[in-house]
């Protein structure tokens, strides 16, 4: 049985027991999550998403039948095995018609367990392989829902069809908002590793001192705070595939230990000297250009070598504006649903606005800006109900005259101008001040990477 065989929630009051099975599973080579009571086991089951629940018949509070509905709820296919005493036959039997998967009845075959646990692995992977294939004939269209209908997308489609059958890492560049996380899922699903987990993490989002840990794992006592084992997302994502967002903030000691996993297909915990097999696809994306970073040296050439088996680049908005009308109608149909309006369309210079907008923040600006428009219509979207924000490469647009007073603004049009302006200012200084390091100035501003990053590009701000 290899390490990478699934992953199992087991939720029991008893702590013993509980040890006592996930010691069981672990020499099955399954990865093991914990919880004592149903509220913390409901948390895990959205943080976690384990590919089998073993749950106690008899908890106080939350017990096993209701667990297992509301466990349903979130995840319908999950297959949810019942522990139940030995003289608790009937709750077994009532177990099972309500859905359960199987029942264990205390005291355990090891065997049994094992015996069980790998079936309804074996059931959940058939039904994953049901699915992927019944939509396999939809990706195409469902990509194009998402981006829409240019010649454009449709080439992207097929770098995205192409690459999916390899087994390449691939390097997804994109500007913010553009997709990346998308056409990862895309790539994914229509993988031969459709059927597994797929596994995102943003780069930008977890702190330096952290991100080892997320993704390796770490021992128990690693460092404080760690106060209990920990599979990193690696072996999460065994036999799946692992989305690296915004790689280009991983820091430079990271990238080294990244680069020795690819090599080697193992990954030591923190705190560990014991290897850890993993079995990843590795899908990494950038809104910066990860070749240049590789050459001026702020990443790793040996890396980005490694990774960069096939490129997919995901054009902005502004360079297939006959997406935009396809998309502004996509999203008022999702969000008259979301509100249970009856927006009928975009009057004509609301439309003409759209597309002669450049979109900085790509496909997800416009869908905030078209979820609020339609907030805010009642019969039609006009151009007074799409907010559209003034933008320059150098200066936002502040009308002002040479005495520095606004001329033809609202007061909300006053204090937003001012807004940018000394949100430009600080940014800028700041940036000045760490000699152009983006994460130092995030951390300074108390700001995450990606918003200082947005805004540098959208100000045009010169970084060194």
């Not at 093991?32 to 009571?37: F, S």
């Not at 199987?102 to 065997?111: C, G, M, Q, S, V």
């Not at 590793?193 to 702190?207: H, N, Q, T």
Request: hydrophobic share 40%; aromatic share 4%; charged share 30%.
């Amino acid at each position: 049985m290899g390490h990478c065989s699934g992953k199992v929630l087991i939720v029991d009051d008893e702590g013993e027991i509980a040890l006592a099975l996930a010691h069981v599973m672990q020499r099955a080579g399954l990865t093991t999550v914990l919880a004592g009571d149903g509220e913390s086991s409901l948390e895990a089951l959205r943080t976690e998403n384990p590919d089998v629940l073993i749950v106690d018949y008899r908890m106080p509070g939350m017990d096993g039948m209701e667990l297992m509905r509301r466990a349903r709820r979130l995840d319908e296919d999950l297959p949810v095995i019942m522990i139940t005493g030995f003289a608790e036959v009937r709750g077994a039997v009532d177990a099972i018609r309500a859905g359960a998967f199987d029942y264990l009845a205390k005291p355990f075959n090891h065997r049994d367990v094992v015996r069980i646990v790998m079936s309804a692995l074996d059931e959940r992977a058939c039904k994953r392989r049901s699915q992927a294939s019944s939509e396999g004939g939809r990706r195409a269209g469902n990509l194009r829902k998402v981006l829409g209908p240019s010649e454009a997308v449709s080439k992207l489609i097929e770098d995205v069809e192409r690459v999916a059958k390899s087994n390449f890492n691939v390097v997804i560049l994109g500007e913010t908002g553009s997709g990346k996380e998308v056409i990862a899922g895309a790539i994914h699903q229509a993988s031969p590793r459709g059927e597994r987990s797929f596994a995102p993490v943003d780069c930008g989002a977890i702190p330096e001192t952290l991100i080892e840990s997320e993704l390796f794992g770490h021992e128990r006592g690693a460092f404080t705070g760690a106060s209990q084992q920990k599979a990193g997302r690696f072996e999460a994502a065994c036999r799946g595939t692992l989305f690296l967002d915004e790689i280009s903030n991983m820091p430079l000691a990271s990238q080294a230990k990244l680069l020795r996993v690819l090599q080697d297909k193992v990954v030591y915990r923190v705190g560990s000297s014991r290897p850890v097999p993993v079995d990843v696809r590795l899908l990494v994306a950038s809104n910066e250009d990860l070749q240049g970073m590789a050459e001026s040296g702020s990443f790793r050439r040996d890396l980005y070598f490694r990774l960069n088996e096939f490129t997919v680049r995901i054009p902005p908005l502004r360079q297939r504006k006959e997406d935009i009308p396809y998309l502004a109608m996509h999203f008022l149909d999702i969000t008259n649903a979301e509100l249970a309006k009856l927006v009928k369309g975009f009057s004509g210079t609301a439309m003409a606005a759209l597309v002669a907008y450049d979109w900085p923040g790509n496909v997800r600006q416009l869908r905030s800006v078209i979820r609020r428009a339609v907030l805010l219509a009642e019969n039609i979207v006009t151009e007074q109900h799409l907010e559209l924000e003034p933008r320059s490469a150098d200066e936002p647009d502040m009308r002002s005259d040479s005495s520095g007073r606004s001329e033809d603004l609202t007061l909300r049009a006053i204090v937003r101008n001012n807004t940018i302006r000394v949100e430009r200012d600080a940014i800028a200084r700041t940036l000045e001040k760490v000699g152009g390091n983006k994460a130092k100035a995030a951390r300074l501003l108390h700001v995450d990477y990606k918003t200082i990053h947005s805004k540098v590009k959208e100000y045009g701000i010169k970084t060194n």
